[in-house]
């Protein structure tokens, strides 16, 4: 079974641009969440998607969207780069099995995006 | 709010020796709490996690951990190191529900193996 992929794995971008970063989940997860590890900054929570909807976000700018489609896939959309936004994303899926139970998974990482403003 | 603390960033164990990675939390919640590690240029790995079951949870590739409430902390440890152990090491909690993989992460501890 494949794991969380995300694409591409290495981007360049020019300060003020815009990024787009792509994941999918393991099949049968609906959610997915973004996290950023920047240099010096530690990994950071950025976004949750649960079934279409954004469920929290951290302490980050509008400037950082995604979105979660149909197919539980997410993207992650950077605007007006940023030379500090130069970082690793990780995405990471995980399953929900209802509330209020004891559950037992936990969240799967993919190999992350390295995104570097110039 | 939920935080951690991994005390010392960086490691350095002899080959065959103890490894003790230590890792304190704060939750309002009884937490979930886990053990990620990441190898250069890579991913996060699941080592092991604790989800209020057995206090001692064994993860992957010989690797514990020991939930300790009255301490609140949730350290990592392995008998006896092997080179291939050299990695990046994150603690993290969450408070589970339907949010597990909301986490928040210590600021890793680097593991160096020397020969």
């Known amino acids: 079974e494949a794991g969380v992929t995300q694409s591409p794995t290495h981007l360049i971008k020019t300060r003020g641009q815009q990024a787009t970063l792509r994941c999918s989940p393991i099949?049968?997860?609906?959610?997915v969440y973004w996290y950023q590890q920047a240099l010096g900054l530690g990994l950071q929570f950025l976004l949750w998607y649960d079934e279409g909807e954004e469920r929290n976000r951290g302490n980050f700018p509008p400037r950082f969207s995604g979105r979660q489609f149909p197919n539980y896939s997410s993207e992650l959309n950077v605007n007006a780069l940023e030379l500090e936004d130069s970082a690793l994303y990780l995405c990471?899926?995980?399953?929900?099995?209802?509330?209020?139970?004891?559950?037992?998974?936990?969240?799967?990482f993919g190999q992350g995006t390295r995104l570097t403003v110039v | 709010a939920q935080s951690v603390t991994q005390l010392g960033s960086h490691v350095s164990v002899s080959e065959g020796a103890l490894v003790l990675l230590r890792c304190n939390y704060s939750?309002?919640?009884?937490?979930?709490l886990f053990w990620y590690v990441q190898y250069p240029n890579q991913g996060l790995q699941l080592l092991l996690k604790?989800?209020?079951?057995?206090?001692l949870v064994k993860g992957i590739n010989g690797f514990e951990a020991e939930f300790k409430k009255s301490e609140t902390s949730f350290h990592l440890t392995k008998p006896s190191a092997h080179m291939s152990d050299a990695a990046e090491y994150f603690c993290?909690?969450?408070?589970?529900?339907?949010?597990?993989?909301?986490?928040?992460f210590g600021q890793g501890t680097i593991l160096t193996v020397h020969p």
């Open positions: 993290a909690v969450s408070e589970g529900g339907t949010s597990y993989g909301k986490l928040t």
């Open positions: 099949s049968g997860h609906t959610s």
């Open positions: 604790y989800t209020s079951a057995a206090t």
């Open positions: 939750s309002s919640v009884p937490p979930y």
């Open positions: 990471a899926s995980s399953s929900r099995i209802g509330q209020g139970l004891n559950m037992n998974t936990e969240a799967f």
